[in-house]
Nanobody, 124 residues
Framework: QVQLVESGGGSVQAGGSLRLACAAS????????MAWFRQAPGKEREGVAF???????GYADSVKGRFTISKDNAKNTLYLQMNSLKVEDTAMYYC??????????????????WGQGTQVTVSS
């Protein structure tokens, strides 16, 4: 049984940093795509960043240059380093994982496994 558990969310002032982690248990596909999504109240879920391997990553335009996605295969954990946070980054952040190869991108419907989310709140 696959389980994705996010951690690292919290409240921070604008300009600050947070590091999210997604621990994957029962997920043995080290070379399949994983991603971070977020959803703010009243808004649709949007893709933030995806990771297949160190040479295949991608970011939403809104976070490019500020967020960095990485993965530790030994720990089976996906990370999202978030710097220079803005008020508009406030959202519930979700980790997602693909169930088949060749999935990379920021389309939510392509990811099969989802975590419960971790809240990020950025204040001015």
């Amino acid at each position: 049984q696959v389980q994705l558990v996010e951690s690292g969310g919290g409240s921070v002032q604008a300009g600050g940093s947070l590091r999210l982690a997604c621990a994957a248990s029962g997920y043995t596909y080290s070379n399949y795509g994983m991603a971070w999504f977020r959803q703010a109240p009243g808004k649709e879920r949007e893709g933030v960043a995806f990771f297949v391997d160190s040479s295949r990553t991608g970011y939403a335009d809104s976070v490019k240059g500020r967020f960095t996605i990485s993965k530790d295969n030994a720990k089976n954990t996906l990370y999202l380093q978030m710097n220079s946070l803005k008020v508009e980054d406030t959202a519930m952040y979700y980790c997602a994982a693909a169930k088949r190869p060749a999935i990379y991108g920021l389309l939510a419907y392509e990811y099969f496994y989802w975590g419960q989310g971790t809240q990020v709140t950025v204040s001015s």
